[in-house]
């Protein structure tokens, strides 16, 4: 695949929500602006790719007996982007033979983009990624739209010591500033999975470690529970606030 047409179409289609702002961003504008990158988007794969298989929101062609497709997120932070923020990023990951291989995510609000490619580390605004001074420890992500409320209250209850931080952004992003190092960890319960396609394996690529529940850094799309951390020995450490 052309990553580099995969990185220009979605630093575009951020210019272009950015020329769209202000304004009044209604949902229904929001629901378009959504539906329309996910159509395009496969269009630009169906240039390359015979019968692309995509996991999204509003196209899901998934095929339960396949293991290689992509899966875009055309706006992680809705709610961010609606209540006028700049903390929301369009996000893509592919994902061969049951491998997250590329992930790439769009701030463009911030002016910023990592990208990732198995094994070639973490990219970020076209140069090789730097860490950068810490800020704080953990990140709770809990999606009030999640199932698991009883299992969200008990991760809030034995991280209270570690004073975590709920910050209102972009759950692809939150993962991004893991791997830059703003963050030393996050722990996220959800309703879906799409924007963590790309947020852990670019953890991942940044050297730290990122994996669903059960500790598979190759994530499916039926999870819901994902961790993050700078190191192994920090997310050993996070792993015990679900003991």
Known sequence: MNYAAVKDFFIGQGKKILSHLPGDMTEDRLKKIEENIERDFFSLLSKEISDPIIYGEDINNMNPDKDTYWVIDPISGTNQLYAGTAEYALCVAEVKNGEIIYALVVAPAHNEFFEAKKGQGVIYNDKQMEKVRSVGDLILNMDPGSDQAELQKHVWQSSSSLYPFVLNQ???????????GRYRRIVSISKDSFPYFAG?????????????????INISPNDRVFIGAANEVIYADTKRLFN
């Open 200 to 216: 852990t394996f670019i953890i991942n690529e940044s050297g730290g470690l990122s994996t669903n529940r059960e500790g598979n």
């Open 170 to 180: 972009s759950s692809a992003l939150s993962y991004c500033r893991v791997a830059q």
